[in-house]
């Protein structure tokens, strides 16, 4: 699914050449992701960059709580 993301990136906005993709380091899950995302990259000739976060620190309480009303 995370490669998907990317792929849907592409589709609108077909001229993105470089990216950034947040994720939380201190999450395995997270890094496997990473990977899945930049394996879609390579194919759809798109640069990422990680930007590690800690969830809860680096992220803005109120992006917090609108993802948690997404979830839902």
Same mark, same amino acid.
Do not use: C, H, Y
């Given at each position: 699914?995370?490669? @998907?993301?990317?792929?849907?990136? @592409?589709?609108?906005? #077909?001229?993105? &050449?470089?990216?950034?993709?947040? &994720? ?6 997270? $890094?496997?992701?990473? *990977?899945? $995302? ?6 759809? @000739?798109?640069? $990422? &960059?990680? !930007? ?6 680096? *992220? #803005? #309480?109120?992006?917090?709580? &609108?993802?948690?009303? *997404? !979830?839902?």
């Amino acid at each position: 699914m995370s490669g @998907k993301w990317l792929e849907l990136l @592409k589709e609108i906005a #077909p001229g993105v &050449r470089r990216t950034a993709v947040l &994720r939380d380091a201190a999450n395995p899950a997270g $890094i496997a992701q990473f *990977v899945a $995302i930049g394996a879609a990259a390579q194919s759809l @000739k798109v640069e $990422i &960059r990680p !930007i590690d976060i800690t969830l809860g620190l680096d *992220v #803005p #309480p109120m992006l917090l709580a &609108r993802a948690d009303e *997404v !979830i839902e």
